[in-house]
């Protein structure tokens, strides 16, 4: 065991005899050592989330034809530390009226919910912050800590559109919690574990080859999650001025941005996990535990850049159409497919692998297919329901 | 008193001292952040008991669900929101009697039991609480009957909370 | 190690408050809060009679997910109840809720 | 296809139409190409379907042994099931044959006749006939046929019919035949009253539905007579030979006839109103009121012909005890002379008729005379073979005379005299001009009922029918008879003579326009059957033409009975008989008729035989009037009204002293006042002094259970544990 196969636990180790060579009690030296690890974490996280802020913005600019960032530092790198300095000295405002103690603790339960969410991705087969065996659920139940925080924000401003913010984005994160819940049922069949460890070592074919339609799904609950455009009601400039975060300035406005764009970007690891093979890429992650963080970065790279293409693409939806589209569409076509993967799972229990994906894929297509044309007929009636009928020619005898 | 104990009673308290604050606070928003305190308080009891799903599921059920509705709720009925009276009612001690008389006789009854404070034994190694409770709910020889009916109930309440809740106008 | 009492009682003493909420609040939202606090007492006796019994019986927690499952119910219909009579009497208050007296 | 199949088959053969009927009444109502579409291609699966049965039966070598059969359990009877199923044996192949081939031409001929693809009509209503519309066309408007109003009432009606002839053809027990017998007689009640508009139709509904009513009432008893001495219904349980053995020797107690007589002479009451052989025969010439193709489905393809077919079905059990060549049972002569008496008695009245159809419809009833009084004799295959013929072409000449009157009509709608009547014969005349198709089709039809020598089919089976009684020394029978063929032939050249041929008598005979492919393709190919099917009967014996074809018809349905009819030795004197009694009548039709141009100059309007010898008002006088007095005067008034009212009236008065004596005595003091009001008050007094505690609140409630709780709890814990 040498620190380029497990640096963690070869550091742990380290660390441990340090301490308990300093004469402290054993227990204590531990948890001190996974506070630091968690520290180390959280800390490569923020600065990681600088950088995202830089990134976001070059990448919006290209997709608008303009440049970004480009005065401070190389390609503008160092425009986001101005920024952060720019926020930090601004004046820290709380409106009156507001519950103060709600109202400062939401930007924090914000950032904490993404922050916490980093505890179950594994980074690289030995590292990882806890081996949860209900990781996939772990996702979930963060996400309702984020949910807790916007709607906290909304309350405590003492504002009608903070107010209608809050309200909006709680509808949607609670809608789309449940496509996305049934969407992570679908990984955690094939792997038949809800450990996100176990999910990545079953994906010798990445499970976005087996089921498509579910990794289409899961990102667009995930990007209703997050609130981002075409999804971001909570802020909808147009109507509600910014939403739930309209009395926030400074730091605490600082905090729900840089959570947001975590938040983002996680939720393109955790893409990358369920359905790309998070670490894995032709055996390269066992070369090195560095190696396999890199992979992981890349992919969740690439997803949070999918996130993005979508955001700078796509125009906001009007939140009923949001929510219609959630319960009346999604929801329905995700219970769909969690069946009948369920059933094709149980079926082809025991085939060849070739025969399992493509079955799998097949039964996708088919399931997609389905929920289209329905939709189609759907949006038909519906329109001619508007337009009034068709005018019917006098059938002639 | 061990590691364990200490964090138990830690626990133990944040979650009755929320509960205390949830029945007692005026301001009800404040109420349903401390009833999700003391889910919180709940959960860590959970994984405590080694039953890590019942956490987590308690966290997604009660804090990400129940919690967010009861905020809603609340935020629907905003004109009783007014946090300068008292949120009691005027026979609030006969409750308070009631509700101690009720503790006092649980535990009075609980501690005549032979198997009050008897103590775990070990989890078995290598077993699953997880599968085995996957398996339990959907085993005919197990308590698929009870699930399946749970879930019939949830529809009808779904369906029930729609209709009730539909402003016909 | 610690004992069931601990928990027993930790679950009764939450009971006990969730009584109280639920005898004295003047909120029918705030009823329907205390009544989440006894259902979660219940669940962590439930939980516990698991984990101290026979471990691989499993029926402490399967019932203890009927129990999340009947509190989701009991929620959901409740507060749409609440909202309904806000509606129509404009109030929530359990002791102006009294058209069935005498 | 292998036997199973087919008798598989066989059960699907009479569902098709009722679907139909069940379709068009529920859903495709309203559309009227839907309606017919649906109808006919019911109509075409069944004749399918019959085809391949027939076409199987025929490849099936001694196929009388082995028939398609099939049944299966249907009511509990005690200890035994009433089966139903279904049995094609060479006898129901050949009538199927021929239902098929009929039903599906009849059905085609309505979609013409009821003017499908024309305009609505002006003034139309439901319920009665089309009166026509007017067009506008290049500027100047005239009168077109319209379509009829309740187009896919119709073809819902006539497709249950066809369920009913195709059910009571396939079943293999009298219990399903006369189901199937009663589904027809009511489609023949709606049918004949489907322009219930017009009283005339109602009245000849009513007394269809009557008249058939009688004899259906005796064949129920006939049927549940047999049911009662054998057990069974099934043809095959029945005509074992101990079964007809035991029938035919066990004496009934009424007139002296052995049982198997009783019950054969009962059911063949039901055929007597069926087929509307005298004394019931009153009900088929009115019926004429329904739509043509209507007439020709109930006179010529399936009711009546269901008749004479539920008789020859039943010819064992009539014939029981009696074996070729012997002298008739007293059962046999009297069908037999019912039949005769019947051939010749609706002869007589035909040549007297003006009406076209009329004129058909005695005739009808003469013919089925011919078949009954065949069977009478014993001539079984003569009697199948004339049934089969006579369908086709009866058929083919009531279609044909529906096709003429619809012509008519064309003209007076041209000319809008509507007081001319274009279905009297006088006032036709020359319309082989306008109308060749219907007038050579017609034409082969008359000649084959008139048994024009050698190439119609009605020669040949009339020749047999002739035969069979001069061989078997019927002598009445056989003179009776050729003088009844004698007059058909009289009247059917008298028939054709006054439609077609001459000039036309009328503007409106001149402005008669041939129909539509519809309408004239069934004609075609009835023609074509009209014809040709009399060659696959051809005695043996004939000269020169006998066993060039072989006599296949005799082969194939003798073998449905268990012995096989013996071939007749061939003989000239019936033969010459019926070449003179044919060329005859049709040479002396044509003579007398070929320059009478209107009723006064014809010599044989007897008043006497124009009015149907009174029947109609005989039985107005026995009949009807002693019911009418009957339930108006004795049973309404004098009985219903005075003598079971007037007891009624005593029971009132009575009832009600006898009510408010418990009312003032009892009810009132103990009921009401201890009992009820009492409880009340009681119940009052405790709610009132308990109702401080209903505070509606529920946290009170609460409060007070839970107190309630804890005093009864520890009362218990420390009282009982403690």
């Known amino acids: 065991m040498n620190f380029w196969n497990d640096p963690l636990k070869v550091a742990a180790t380290w660390l441990e005899g340090i301490f308990t060579g300093w004469g402290m009690d054993a227990v204590l030296a531990h948890v001190l050592v996974v506070f630091l690890g968690v520290l180390l974490l959280i800390t490569v996280l923020m600065v990681l989330d600088i950088f995202l802020v830089w990134i976001e913005r070059k990448v919006v600019a290209r997709f608008q034809d303009r440049i970004g960032p480009n005065r401070l530092g190389p390609f503008g790198l160092i425009q986001p530390f101005a920024d952060i300095i720019k926020l930090i000295i601004k004046e820290d405002t709380t409106p009156d009226g507001a519950d103060k103690v709600v109202y400062n603790l939401a930007p924090i339960l914000s950032m904490m919910s993404v922050l916490i969410l980093w505890a179950v991705v594994p980074l690289a087969p030995v590292m990882l912050g806890i081996d949860l065996n209900v990781g996939v659920l772990f996702l979930i139940a963060a996400g309702a800590i984020g949910t807790l925080s916007i709607i906290m924000a909304g309350w405590s401003s003492n504002n009608k559109f903070a107010m209608i913010g809050g309200f909006r984005q709680v509808a949607v994160m609670v809608a789309f919690e449940v496509p996305m819940l049934a969407m992570l049922m679908i990984p955690t069949i094939f792997a038949g574990s809800m450990n996100m460890n176990a999910i990545i070592e079953a994906q010798n074919v990445w499970f976005f080859f087996i089921s498509p339609l579910a990794a289409l799904i899961f990102l667009i609950a995930a990007i209703a999650e997050l609130g981002r455009a075409p999804f971001d009601l909570a802020e909808g400039e147009s109507e509600l001025v910014a939403g739930f975060n309209i009395e926030y300035s400074g730091m605490k406005f600082g905090m729900f941005y840089a959570g947001e764009l975590l938040h983002a970007f996680t939720f393109g690891g955790f893409w990358s996990i369920l359905f790309f093979g998070g670490y894995r890429f032709f055996g390269l992650e066992q070369v090195s535990p560095f190696l396999a963080i890199l992979i992981l970065v890349i992919k969740a790279m690439l997803g949070y850049w999918v996130i993005m293409w979508v955001k700078y693409t796509m125009m906001r939806i009007r939140i009923d159409q949001m929510l219609g589209f959630n319960w009346k569409f999604l929801t329905p076509l995700s219970f769909a497919l969690l069946l009948v993967t369920a059933l094709m799972n149980t079926l082809l229990r025991g085939a060849a692998g070739w025969l399992f994906v493509t079955g799998m894929f097949l039964s996708n297509v088919v399931v997609g297919w389905i929920a289209l044309e329905i939709a189609r007929s759907v949006a038909h009636k519906e329109r001619e329901r508007v337009e009034g009928p068709k005018k019917v020619v006098e059938a002639h005898h | 008193m061990t590691g364990t104990q200490i964090i138990f009673l830690i626990f133990a308290l944040f979650t009755l001292g929320s509960a205390l604050m949830v029945v007692t606070t005026r301001n009800l928003i404040h109420a349903a952040l401390w009833l999700v305190a003391t889910l919180f308080g709940v959960a860590v009891i959970y994984t405590l008991l080694n039953a890590g799903f019942m956490a987590v599921v308690q966290v997604v059920v009660y804090i990400g669900a129940i919690a967010i509705l009861f905020i809603f709720a609340v935020m629907l009925t905003r004109k009783d929101l007014r946090d300068n009276v008292s949120q009691m009612n005027k026979n609030w001690w006969a409750g308070a009697i009631v509700a101690v008389l009720t503790f006092a006789g649980l535990v009075f009854t609980l501690q005549g039991w032979s198997g009050f404070s008897k103590t775990a034994a070990a989890v078995p190694s290598g077993f699953d609480a997880i599968s085995q409770l996957g398996d339990k709910l959907t085993s005919p020889a197990a308590y698929v009957l009870p699930f399946e009916v749970a879930s019939v109930l949830l529809l009808a309440a779904l369906v029930g909370a729609v209709y009730v809740a539909f402003n016909k106008k | ?102 | 296809m292998t036997h199973e199949s087919v008798t598989s088959l066989v059960w699907l053969i009479p569902l098709p139409p009722l679907l139909a009927f069940a379709l068009i009444v529920l859903f495709t109502n309203k559309n009227k190409a839907l309606s017919h579409t649906v109808a006919i291609s019911a109509a075409f699966l069944s004749w399918l379907g019959a085809m391949i049965v027939f076409w199987n039966a025929v490849k099936t070598e001694h196929f009388g042994e082995h028939p398609f059969a099939s049944a299966v359990n249907w009511l509990p009877t005690g200890e035994t099931w009433l089966k139903v199923g279904v049995l094609i044996d060479p006898l129901s192949a050949a009538v199927l044959f021929f239902v098929g081939w009929t039903v599906l031409m009849i059905f085609i001929y309505s979609v013409g006749y009821h003017n499908y693809g024309q305009p609505a009509g002006d003034h139309d209503h439901k319920g009665l006939p089309p009166h026509g519309a007017t067009v506008e066309e290049h500027g100047h408007k005239h009168v077109v046929p319209s379509i009829e109003p309740m187009y896919s009432r119709f073809f819902a009606f006539i497709g249950l019919f066809a369920f009913g002839m195709y059910t009571l053809v396939v079943s293999d027990n009298l219990l399903t035949l006369f189901v199937g017998w009663e589904i027809m007689g009511l489609c023949s009640y709606l049918l004949i009253g489907f322009w219930y508009g017009k009283p005339s139709a109602r009245n000849a509904a009513m007394k269809a539905f009557m008249t058939t009513r009688i004899g259906d009432v005796f064949m129920l008893i006939g049927i549940a007579f047999l049911y009662y001495a054998t057990g069974t219904l099934t043809y095959r349980e029945i005509f074992t030979e101990e079964t007809l053995h035991v029938l035919a020797t066990v004496p009934s107690g009424v007139f002296g006839l052995s049982a198997a007589g009783l019950i054969a002479i009962l059911l063949f009451i039901g055929t007597v109103g069926k087929s509307a052989q005298f004394p019931l025969h009153v009900w088929l010439p009115d019926a004429m009121e329904g739509p043509t193709p209507v007439s020709a489905m109930i006179h010529a393809a399936t009711m009546v012909s269901a008749g004479v077919y539920a008789v020859i079905r039943m010819f064992p059990l009539l014939t029981a005890g009696w074996h070729e060549g012997a002298p008739l049972n007293s059962a046999m002569t009297f069908v037999a002379f019912i039949g005769a008496f019947t051939a010749i008695f609706a002869a007589t009245i035909a040549v007297a008729q003006n009406d076209i159809k009329r004129v058909l419809a005695y005739s009808t009833i003469s013919q089925l005379g011919f078949m009954i009084a065949a069977i009478g004799m014993g001539a079984y295959i003569a009697a199948v073979f004339h049934l089969i013929t006579h369908a086709f072409f009866k058929a083919l000449l009531f279609l044909g005379s529906g096709s003429v009157i619809h012509g008519m009509e064309h003209g007076v709608l041209h000319t809008g005299n509507h007081n001319v009547d274009p279905q009297d014969m006088f006032n036709m005349g020359g319309l082989r001009k306008k109308m060749p198709i219907t007038f050579w089709t017609f034409l082969i039809g008359g000649f084959a009922l008139s048994g024009f020598p050698l190439v119609t089919a009605g020669f040949w089976s009339k020749d047999e029918i002739l035969a069979d009684a001069f061989a078997n020394g019927h002598l009445t029978i056989f003179i009776t008879l050729a003088v009844a063929a004698f007059m058909t032939a009289f009247y059917t050249m008298r028939q054709i003579t006054l439609t077609f041929l001459g000039e036309a008598r009328t503007k409106e005979a001149e402005h008669a326009q041939e129909n539509k492919w519809t309408m004239t393709a069934p004609l075609v190919v009835l023609s074509f059957f009209a014809v040709t099917y009399g060659w696959v009967g051809i005695p043996e014996h004939f000269p020169l033409l006998g066993g060039i074809i072989p006599n296949w018809f005799h082969e194939f349905v003798g073998g449905t009975l268990a012995e096989h009819p013996p071939v007749l030795e061939f003989n000239i004197v019936p033969l010459l008989t019926s070449l003179a009694v044919a060329l005859g009548g049709l040479f002396f039709g044509w003579l007398v008729y070929r320059n009478v141009n209107s009723p006064a100059e014809d010599k044989l309007q007897i008043p006497f035989l124009k009015n149907k010898y009174y029947f109609d008002e005989m039985y107005e006088v026995i009949f009807i009037k002693p019911a009418v007095w009957f339930s108006e005067v004795f049973v309404s008034k004098w009985m219903d009204k005075g003598f079971i009212d007037g007891i009624l009236h005593l029971f009132g008065p009575a009832t009600g002293g006898v009510g408010s004596a418990i009312r003032n005595y009892f009810d009132l003091p103990v009921i009401n006042q201890f009992l009820g009001d009492g409880s009340a008050d009681a119940t009052w007094w405790v709610g009132k002094n308990l109702r401080p505690i209903q505070t509606g609140r529920i946290q009170q409630y609460l409060v007070l259970s839970l107190v309630v709780l804890f005093v009864v709890g520890g009362l218990l814990y420390f009282l009982l544990l403690a």
């Open chain 3, 1 to 102: 190690m610690i004992p069931l009492s601990w928990y027993l009682i930790l679950a009764a003493a939450l009971f006990g408050i969730g009584l109280f909420g639920v005898l004295v609040r003047r909120n029918a939202v705030a009823i329907l809060l205390g009544v989440e606090l006894m259902l979660n007492a219940v669940n962590i006796n439930l939980v516990s009679f698991w984990r101290y019994g026979d471990v691989s019986t499993m029926a402490g927690q399967v019932f203890a997910i009927i129990v999340f499952a009947v509190a989701a119910a009991e929620v959901s219909v409740g507060l749409a109840l609440v909202i309904s009579v806000y509606r129509r009497r404009n109030t929530v208050v359990a002791d102006e809720l009294d058209l069935l007296k005498w």
